[in-house]
């Protein structure tokens, strides 16, 4: 393959754009300019993609050119140091996706066991009445409801959208910080989202369903990446992952008859916060353990679980 100069590569793009790659010394295979794409979007930087026979060329306004490659070079140190961490570092991403797939699998199951009338027994009990959030009930002390809430839903159709999103966000927020931790915000933001929306809520009001914690991850993906700011573009850089975030919101969560609209925003609120105390912690260059991961983890089953005991306890004694 024959090489394309930087000076040739200008010709390429429009007037008053220059070639980036090159100018930044970057390397150039199709599959990294395109992540180098999504970095300029993510920080709201112009550019413009032009194709020829040979390579893919990085073009972005002269005026730009400053900002982008030291935005490209900060993505590219920071891969590096992911792909060879030095000797005792933990790379902040190395969450899976299975531990979050299990966990929505296991809220499927649940949801079938608790509404199918062949499992004797199960499918009588009163799971909605015992479990749901209901706001009288929280406001006077049982605030297990807020967790086991979370774990019911009004149908089938109503489980499906959760899992969907959940799927995207939860695993997104649990790439970033580990399974473990990941869940614990996720329950955190849900159960504390449930108790802030019963507080704000008229008499009567009931809510089922996993999307609280669901807009909880959404929250706290934002709250993470504000603290990812640098330079003299870090209240920009701070803001922009949260604005994105409410745009989701305000897409996602605030449509349909029987939405609970009080209850995403809460649960987005909660993310934020529990999502920003973790990422002032990584910024003090606290680094989370494979042991504080899994207590972590444990400790958001036995919030669900306990709700649960607790749940039961109080309808049987």
């Given at each position: 393959?024959?090489?394309?100069s930087?000076?040739?590569?200008?010709?390429?793009?429009?007037?008053?754009?220059?070639?980036l790659?090159?100018?930044?010394?970057?390397?150039?295979?199709?599959?990294?300019?395109?992540?180098?794409?999504?970095?300029?979007?993510?920080r709201?930087?112009?550019?413009?993609?032009?194709?020829?026979?040979?390579?893919?060329?990085?073009?972005v306004?002269?005026?730009?050119?400053?900002?982008?490659?030291?935005?490209?070079?900060?993505?590219?140190?920071?891969?590096?140091?992911w792909?060879?961490?030095?000797?005792?570092?933990?790379?902040?991403r190395?969450?899976?996706?299975?531990?979050?797939?299990?966990?929505?699998?296991g809220l499927?199951?649940?949801?079938?066991?608790?509404?199918?009338?062949?499992?004797?027994?199960?499918?009588?009990?009163?799971?909605?009445?015992?479990?749901s959030?209901?706001?009288?009930?929280?406001?006077?002390?049982e605030l297990?409801?807020?967790?086991?809430?979370?774990?019911?839903?009004?149908?089938?159709?109503?489980?499906?959208?959760?899992?969907?999103?959940?799927?995207?966000?939860?695993?997104?927020?649990c790439?970033?910080?580990g399974?473990?931790?990941?869940?614990?915000?996720?329950?955190?933001?849900?159960?504390?989202?449930?108790?802030?929306?019963?507080?704000?809520?008229?008499?009567?009001?009931?809510?089922?369903?996993?999307?609280?914690a669901?807009?909880?991850?959404?929250?706290?993906?934002?709250?993470?990446?504000?603290?990812?700011?640098?330079?003299?573009?870090?209240?920009?850089?701070?803001?922009l992952?949260?604005?994105a975030g409410?745009?989701?919101?305000?897409?996602?969560?605030?449509?349909?008859?029987?939405t609970?609209?009080?209850?995403h925003?809460?649960?987005?609120?909660c993310?934020?916060?529990?999502?920003?105390?973790f990422?002032?912690?990584?910024?003090?260059?606290?680094?989370?353990?494979?042991?504080s991961?899994?207590?972590?983890?444990l400790?958001?089953?036995?919030?669900i679980?306990?709700?649960?005991?607790?749940?039961i306890?109080?309808?049987?004694?």
């Open positions: 393959m024959s090489d394309v930087p000076h040739h590569t200008q010709h390429f793009c429009p007037a008053g754009w220059v070639e790659t090159s100018q930044a010394r970057l390397a150039q295979g199709r599959q990294t300019i395109s992540l180098y794409c999504l970095v300029l979007a993510s709201g930087i112009p550019y413009q993609l032009q194709s020829t026979s040979e390579q893919r060329i990085l073009c306004p002269e005026s730009w050119l400053e900002t982008a490659r030291n935005e490209l070079e900060t993505f590219a140190l920071e891969e590096e140091a792909h060879n961490p030095e000797p005792g570092h933990v790379p902040l190395y969450g899976r996706i299975e531990p979050t797939l299990w966990v929505f699998f499927f199951v649940f949801h079938l066991l608790t509404t199918a009338t062949v499992y004797e027994g199960l499918g009588h009990i009163a799971w909605q009445e015992w479990g959030a209901k706001e009288w009930l929280i406001l006077q002390g297990w409801r807020s967790g086991t809430a979370l774990t019911l839903h009004a149908d089938s159709a109503h489980l499906a959208g959760n899992i969907g999103l959940g799927a995207l966000f939860v695993a997104l927020l790439r970033e910080i399974s473990g931790w990941g869940w614990l915000i996720v329950v955190g933001s849900g159960m504390l989202g449930n108790i802030g929306n019963a507080w704000i809520s008229t008499y009567g009001h009931t809510a089922v369903g996993a999307s609280t669901v807009f909880g991850a959404v929250g706290a993906i934002g709250g993470l990446r504000a603290w990812q700011g640098r330079g003299n573009r870090v209240v920009l850089d701070s803001l992952p949260l604005g409410l745009g989701i919101l305000a897409m996602l969560g605030t449509g349909g008859g029987n609970d609209v009080g209850a925003f809460w649960g987005f609120g993310g934020v916060v529990l999502g920003n105390l990422g002032g912690a990584l910024r003090l260059s606290w680094v989370p353990s494979s042991r991961n899994r207590w972590a983890g400790t958001a089953a036995a919030l679980g306990g709700s649960w005991l607790l749940a306890s109080t309808q049987i004694s």
